[in-house]
């Protein structure tokens, strides 16, 4: 768990809530089989409300999304406190969110979104731990 202030950890609490709801909805979605370009936007969201709430508690603002998660990378990947394996299905929630804007492309298979959604419940426990949100 790390070391954060009362303040930081309502903060991390209140990411966690929207991004568990952001999880809930992306599962609603596919099993009501809805398009999977809305699935993988709540589904990226699901990873970045975790990212916001880390950095905050360590007191780096809120930037442009990339930033954000080049400084989590950089904070909690690089150090060991996220494995690397839930960083990747970050990144990819990441790379797929603009791309899948365009249903017509089809980028994702059903597939990839339902491993996503794995990683992303392993990403929102993991991080809970570290703020005390269990």
């Known amino acids: ?3 954060i202030t009362r303040s ?24 009501d089989k809805g398009e999977l370009n809305y699935v993988v936007n ?5 990873f970045y409300y975790p990212v ?10 809120a930037a442009m999304q990339s930033v954000s998660i080049a400084l989590f990378e950089k904070e909690f990947v690089k150090t060991g406190m996220i494995e690397q394996r839930l960083f990747h299905a970050l990144q990819r929630a990441f790379e797929l969110k603009p791309k899948c804007s365009v249903p ?8 990839e979104v339902e491993a996503l959604l794995v990683e992303a419940s392993g990403f929102l426990s993991a991080v809970g731990r570290m703020v005390g949100d269990r």
């Open 1 to 3: 768990m790390m070391n």
């Open 8 to 31: 930081e950890q309502e903060y991390a609490r209140f990411k966690l809530a929207q991004a568990r709801e952001a999880l809930e909805y992306a599962h609603g979605l596919l099993a």
């Open 42 to 46: 709540s589904l990226y969201y699901a």
């Open 52 to 61: 916001l709430a880390l950095l905050h508690a360590r007191g780096i603002p």
């Open 104 to 111: 017509q492309l089809n980028i994702v298979s059903r597939h």
